[in-house]
DNA sequence: ATACATGCAAACATTTTGCTTTGGC
DNA sequence: GCCAAAGCAAAATGTTTGCATGTAT
């Protein structure tokens, strides 16, 4: 389970993006290890400025043409927090994400439990017709801070 | 059971209106046909079109404002399609909304089965501490109609 | 040297708000 | 008549693109 955890690392992503004839440039290591050590999805917004923590200045666009290659690449991925902008966080292919968001204080944790939907998918299949099912799912509920607080 | 499913018509939400003292108008009654009818999720701009095409010509910004105003009162809630930008169904409090959305042709189907996570929910109340959970589920896949194209 | 990556600014799309007029009650 | 709703226009927000410059390979 670590070793599996391991391979996927912003240096593995990097030369990744190197076999595909693409750039390692400074900047863009600092993003994939903001992201990396977020273990969270983040905003295009946030990522500048966790990079700008690190010592890197990128432009907004950039993390957004970066963000945008590693979803082309299915490396990233968009998550729906419900808020005004997207959220970003790195894909594992061998992992399952799916998102708890507190509706209080806005936290999020991804929930590292085996896919609850397999069921679902296959009746799905049979059902409807449809095939090459993905889903995205988030709970929304109180933290149990929040829940404390009130 | 007949009954509660049409309890949850245009006239009944226009009469919930009224009695939080907000007004019955022509054209919000048609904006409220037209959600119901369609029975899928509609952008603003077609829920604007689809007015349009009944008679009445609602401003995108009254369609915005309505929308808001339903959301508000729980009779409405937006969808995450993955598109650029939201989607909104009229929400029967004892209904459960699933979709499924065809990644080759965007068509969008509501799925009418039991939620498939209250197992799930029971897990997050009980690992994470969360409560008052609520989720947003969107299958994405391809369906019968694209498969055969391809 | 050749592309790809970046920064900056501008264009775009969508959502949201302010204000005046209209109309339901 | 009073106050909410609608229409119109502008502002605000977030996303995307064009182009000149910098840089990894």
Chains 1, 2 share one sequence.
Request: aromatic share 8%; glycine share 6%.
């Amino acid at each position: 389970m670590s070793e599996t955890a391991l391979s996927f690392t912003p240096e593995a992503i990097l030369n990744r993006l190197r076999g595909d004839g693409l750039r390692i440039t400074p900047g863009r290591r600092v993003i994939l290890e903001v992201l990396f050590e977020a273990g969270k999805p983040l905003s295009l917004e946030e990522i500048k400025d966790l990079a700008a923590a690190r010592g890197s200045r990128p432009d907004y666009a950039t993390v957004f043409r970066l963000m945008t290659l590693l979803e082309r690449l299915h490396l990233a991925h968009k998550v729906n927090l419900q808020r005004s902008c997207s959220y970003y966080e790195l894909h594992d292919p061998k992992k399952h994400y799916d998102h708890i968001v507190c509706t209080s204080c806005g936290k999020v944790v991804v929930i590292d439990i085996p896919c609850p939907l397999g069921a679902t998918e296959a009746h799905i299949a049979e059902h409807y017709g449809f095939g090459d099912l993905t889903h995205s799912l988030e709970f929304f509920g109180r933290c149990p801070e929040c829940a404390k607080a009130a």
